[in-house]
C-alpha cells in the first residue's frame, strides 16, 4: 500500500466487543538441541479479548466512574458504535473524572494491543499549551497522554503495545484532568485489548497448512454489494507438529461490528467452528481428525460478504465496490505459533502462504468484474455473467464489481495489461495508467524475474484515501505515475516474494519503494543523509504494532528510510553486485516467504565486506 495523508473517512470501523477466547493447543515438552534435560513448554497462549463492556452498551459493569455521569448516552456527544459512551470532562471548570476495570492480560502470548477510540473537543484556542490532559494507564504505567492539544473533529483510532504486561491481572485506567477555563472533552468508546500469538513456538518452524487450494461460488444482488455462495480450502501439514486446527483470517470483519459482521462464515464442514477472535477477524476450526505431517484436508463453509460504503479496499464507492481481503484465507503457523495479529488500517497483517485460487463470481451483466487472476466470462442466467477466475501460486485473491470503463493492452514483454476506471477518471487518465502499468511491469520483470500472473487489471478511483493497494495480478490506484509503479512492484515485493506483513512490513514496503525509484530512474543520492530518527526505539524493521501506536512516523521510516538503506547497501556493493542480489533473492524466494535474517544473510554473503556496522547504522535488526 502506498500511503497519503489521511482524509476525513467514512467507512464504518470496528466496534470491538468481548469476544470468548480460543483456545490454542499447549506445545508438548521437548528437548532442547545440545540439552540433556527436556525443556518445559511456555504456556500456550489463549487469544482473546479481554475488557469486559468496552463499548458501554450493557450498563457500567465492570467499569468504575467517578461520577455516574462518565459512562452516558446524554446529548452533546455521539457513540463510536450504539449508543452509550465514556464522556471524562467537559465541565469548563477545575475537574477530574476517572474511568477504570480489574482485567487480567493471558500469559504465553506474543502480542497483547490496548485499542480505543477517542474524540476530543476543547473551547481552547491555544496551539501550543496542554491545559486540559487525559491519561491512559495501565497499573501504575502511563500508557499515553493527550490533550486539548490534540482535538479532533470525529473519533480517532489508537493502539498501544501492551504486550510487557502479559499474565498480570491489571488496573486498565483513563483520567480526564480540566484546568480552570474552557472545556475539553474526553470521549471514549469501544475499547478493546486483544492478545494472540504463542510465545511458545511448535515443536518446529515449518510454515503449515501448506499448499492451500480454494475454491470459491459467489453469486451478487443486483449492484454488487452483497455476494453469498460457498469456499472450500485443501491443505496439508508440512509440518512434523500434527494439526489439530487451523484459523480462517476474515480480516474484513474490521469494517464492521461483532454484532453485524460484514464476512459471516456459517454451515463448516470438515471441521468444528470455534469461538471468533481478534475483534471477529480469526475464527478456529478445529479439524475432524489430526492431520500428521504430509497428510491433506478440506474444510468447507458457505459464505456472506456484504461490501461497506466508503472508497476503501473494501468498500464501495457508489456503484463501484472493491473487494480486497474479503475471502477467508488460511493463518500461518510457524516458529512463531499461530500467526492471529489484528487488522491493520495503517498497512498490512496479510501473512498468508501461496496458494491457488479458482473464484466463480456469477453477476449482474451492466458490472465489470476485474480480479485476480486470469478471467473468462460465460453467460449466465437471464442479465447475468459467470465470471471465472483462476489463479496459482497467489496469496490472496480481490476483484471490484461496476460499471467500470475498460480499456486494455500489452507490456512490451507480453503481458495483457487491463485499467478499469470509474466515473470521473478521463480517458487521457486511464490512457496514462495504461501506459505506466505497460512500462512498470516490465521494467520490474527484467530486474527480479518474469512476472508469472498472466493479466495485470489496475482499478482507479480518486477517491481512495489510502492511495493505493496491492493484490495479486490486482491493484487499486489514484491517477499517479509513482504510485501505480509502487503497487505493480508489489506483484514481486509481497506477491512472489512473500513476507509477515504485520511483523516484517518493511521487507515488502521498502524492497517496493526502493524498486520504484530504480524503475523511475531515481538513484536515491544523498537521501540517508536527511534520517532523523524520533527515538531509540525506532528502526525500520518495526511491527505494524509499533507503528500503529506512532502512525505518523510510518511512512517515513518504513518507505522512505526503507529505501534510503537499499539505495546506501547498493552504494556499497555496487550495482551490478546489488541487481544480482535481489534477482537472486527473489529467485530463491520465489513463492516463499522472505525474513529480514535471511535478506540479510543472502546480502553478506555477496561481499566481502563485514555489514554489521552497516545493519546497525541503519537499523535493520533481526
Known amino acids: 500500500m502506498r500511503p497519503t495523508p489521511r482524509k476525513a ?52 459493569s465492570p467499569w468504575t466512574q467517578s461520577s455516574t455521569s462518565v459512562i452516558t448516552s446524554r446529548s452533546g456527544q455521539s457513540a463510536h458504535g450504539g449508543t452509550t459512551f465514556a464522556w471524562l470532562d467537559g465541565v469548563g471548570g477545575t475537574h477530574t ?35 486540559d490532559k487525559l491519561t491512559a494507564k495501565i497499573g501504575t504505567t502511563t500508557l499515553a497522554t493527550y490533550s486539548n492539544l490534540d482535538k479532533n473533529t470525529g473519533y480517532v483510532r489508537k493502539s498501544i503495545d501492551v504486550s510487557a504486561f502479559a499474565g498480570q491481572t491489571v488496573g486498565l485506567a483513563f483520567t480526564g484532568t480540566e484546568d480552570s477555563s474552557l472545556q475539553s472533552s474526553f470521549v471514549l468508546d469501544d475499547i478493546a485489548l486483544d492478545t494472540s500469538g504463542d510465545t511458545a513456538p511448535p515443536a518446529d518452524s515449518v510454515r503449515t497448512p501448506a499448499a492451500p487450494s480454494y475454491t470459491v461460488g459467489l453469486t451478487s444482488n443486483t449492484d454488487g454489494t452483497v455476494w453469498t455462495g460457498h469456499e472450500s480450502a485443501t491443505f496439508t501439514n508440512a509440518s512434523a507438529t500434527a494439526l489439530t486446527e487451523v484459523y480462517l483470517r476474515l480480516w474484513d470483519n474490521y469494517h464492521g461490528t461483532c454484532a453485524a459482521m460484514p464476512i459471516t462464515v456459517s454451515a463448516v464442514t470438515g471441521g468444528t467452528a470455534g469461538a471468533l477472535s481478534v475483534g471477529c477477524t480469526a475464527l478456529q476450526i478445529t479439524l475432524a481428525s489430526p492431520l500428521t505431517q504430509g497428510q491433506s484436508a478440506t474444510i468447507g463453509f458457505d459464505l456472506g460478504i456484504t461490501v461497506p460504503s466508503g472508497a476503501d479496499r473494501f468498500g464501495h464507492d457508489g456503484a463501484f465496490s472493491f473487494i480486497g481481503n474479503a475471502l477467508p484465507v488460511l ?87 487491463n485499467v478499469y476506471s470509474v466515473s470521473g477518471i478521463s480517458s487521457a487518465n486511464a490512457q496514462s495508467m495504461l501506459t505506466t502499468a505497460r512500462t512498470a511491469v516490465d521494467a520490474h520483470a527484467a530486474r527480479f524475474g518474469a512476472y508469472p500472473y498472466g493479466e495485470l487489471d489496475a482499478v482507479i478511483d480518486n477517491s481512495f484515501w489510502f492511495g493505493g493497494m496491492e493484490y495479486p495480478g490486482f491493484v487499486l490506484d489514484l491517477v499517479s505515475t509513482t504510485a501505480l509503479t509502487h503497487e505493480i512492484g508489489h506483484q514481486w515485493w509481497y506477491g512472489i516474494v512473500g513476507d509477515d506483513e504485520y511483523n516484517s512490513p518493511w521487507l515488502d514496503e521498502s524492497f517496493t519503494d526502493y524498486a520504484t525509484d530504480l524503475a523511475q530512474g531515481k538513484t536515491g543520492t544523498g537521501c540517508w543523509s536527511s534520517v532523523s530518527w524520533a527515538s531509540s526505539a525506532e528502526k525500520i524493521t518495526n511491527s505494524m504494532a509499533y507503528w500503529d501506536a506512532h502512525s505518523s512516523r510510518y511512512s517515513t521510516v518504513v518507505y522512505g528510510y526503507g529505501k534510503c538503506a537499499l539505495h546506501d547497501l547498493r552504494r556499497l556493493l555496487g550495482d551490478t553486485v546489488m541487481a544480482k542480489l535481489l534477482k537472486d533473492y527473489a529467485t530463491s524466494h520465489w513463492y516463499g516467504v522472505s525474513t529480514t535474517a535471511e535478506f540479510k544473510a543472502a546480502a553478506q554473503a555477496a561481499t566481502t565486506t563485514d555489514l554489521t556496522s552497516f545493519w546497525t547504522t541503519h537499523r535493520i535488526e533481526g
Not at 333 to 342: I, Q
Open 9 to 60: 473517512f467514512a467507512a464504518s470501523a470496528l466496534s470491538l466487543a468481548a469476544l470468548a477466547a480460543v483456545a490454542l493447543p499447549a506445545t508438548p515438552a521437548t528437548a532442547a538441541p545440545g540439552r540433556t534435560a527436556p525443556v518445559t513448554a511456555a504456556e500456550a497462549c489463549t487469544p482473546a479479548q479481554v475488557v469486559t463492556n468496552g463499548g458501554f452498551e450493557s450498563g457500567t
Open 97 to 131: 473524572d476517572t474511568l477504570s476495570q480489574s482485567l487480567t492480560i493471558p500469559s504465553g502470548c506474543a502480542t497483547a494491543t490496548l485499542t480505543f477510540w477517542l474524540h476530543i473537543d476543547t473551547a481552547e484556542t491555544t496551539s501550543s499549551t496542554a491545559y
Open 331 to 417: 493463518a500461518v503457523r510457524d516458529g512463531a505459533g499461530w500467526h492471529l495479529d489484528p487488522y491493520t488500517n495503517n498497512g498490512e497483517s496479510f501473512y498468508s502462504l501461496a496458494a491457488d485460487f479458482k473464484v466463480t463470481l456469477d453477476h449482474p451483466t451492466t458490472l465489470l468484474v476485474p480480479a485476480t487472476g486470469t478471467s473468462v466470462d460465460t453467460a449466465g442466467s437471464s442479465g447475468r455473467t459467470v465470471t471465472t477466475a483462476t489463479a496459482a501460486k497467489v496469496r490472496d485473491f480481490a476483484w471490484a464489481a461496476g460499471p467500470f470503463a475498460r480499456i486494455s493492452g500489452t507490456s512490451a514483454a507480453g503481458t495483457p495489461i
